[in-house]
């Protein structure tokens, strides 16, 4: 059998050995020349595709390795992109129409954080009957700086320091329910009247929580420590006291008690004159 040994240049321009494919000849049996078996498995005249004569030859040969395993088709990566980059941008697209539709479903979430209110309900102590004119009212705010240390220890081994703001306000207020008998008088023609009150007072300062804060603090090695196996309640407490003590006296020095008598003054003076009175006298006691 008459075999075609030509070499074909390589994908990379060296003379590479390419597969021996036998030379076609005329199979057409004769008397001459009758069928016989060619030893590749078909019958003499039957067609070969190319795929299995290569193998033929190629286990005649002794190369078996190669072409013992099944061709596999190349697979265009080009073509997958495309495929899943649209498919990607066909879900986007279908997931924000269902989002601006309001179909897109709403998952809640397990490790959602949970509040949980267990308080008692309120329980009422007393009520009073109040019989006394809120006057004036006084706005502050008081910057406290507490420093807790010990003597001959660093700053940086013992030291507690806290610089808190505390805002509140506090009313000032003349109570009429201590008002009896001769403390108003007036006269025969009820054109004159003096009027003897109690001195203003002040309320308890009302602080406000939600404007009140911790600005800086600052701690020794030895108080982070305890901070962390110890946890003191307290703590803020004691800030919020310190800062009504220093309110309450802030509205005492301000003058807010003497501007609520004034206040009242004015006020009683504009309704007894609407009651007919001309002589008006109004007179504070020391509270």
């Known amino acids: 059998m008459a075999e075609d040994q030509s070499k074909e240049p390589g994908p990379s321009g060296a003379d590479e050995p390419t597969v ?27 067609e070969e595709d190319d ?24 697979r265009r990566l080009g073509g997958c992109l495309f495929f899943l980059a649209g498919l990607v941008a066909l879900l986007v ?9 309001g179909l897109w479903p709403h998952f809640s979430n397990p490790f959602a954080e949970k509040k949980t209110d267990r308080s008692q309900p309120t ?11 809120e006057a004036a009212s006084g706005n502050f705010q008081e910057v406290i700086d507490v420093q807790k240390d ?17 805002v509140g306000s506090v009313d000032a207020y003349v109570d009429f329910r201590n008002i009896g008998q001769g403390d108003i008088t007036e006269s025969a023609d009820h054109k004159t009247v003096t009027v003897k009150l109690p001195g203003a ?27 962390v196996f110890s ?25 807010l008690p003497q501007r609520a008598q004034d206040n ?21 006691t020391a509270s």
């Open 150 to 166: 010990r003597s001959f220890i660093p700053d940086i081994i013992f030291n507690d320091r806290t610089l808190f703001v505390c």
């Open 201 to 227: 007072q002040l309320e308890k300062p009302n602080i406000d929580h939600d404007k009140s804060y911790v600005f800086a603090t600052q701690q020794g090695l030895v108080n982070r420590i305890g901070d």
């Open 20 to 46: 021996r494919r036998p030379a076609r000849r005329d199979t057409t049996p004769t008397a001459q020349f009758p069928a016989v078996d060619t030893g590749t498995g078909w019958p003499e005249g039957e």
């Open 93 to 101: 697209v279908l997931a924000l129409g269902l989002r601006v539709a």
């Open 231 to 255: 946890n003191n309640p307290n703590k803020q407490q004691e800030l919020y006291q310190l800062g009504e003590q220093r309110i309450s006296q802030a509205a005492k020095d301000s003058g």
């Open 264 to 284: 009242t003054k004015g006020m009683l003076v504009q309704l007894l004159r609407s009651l007919g009175y001309t002589n008006i006298t109004v007179n504070f």
């Open 123 to 133: 329980l009422l102590l007393s009520i009073q009957d109040l019989a006394r004119f």
């Open 51 to 74: 795929d299995r004569r290569v193998r033929t030859i190629a286990r005649r040969d002794g190369d078996d390795d190669f072409y013992d395993q099944p061709r596999r088709p190349r």
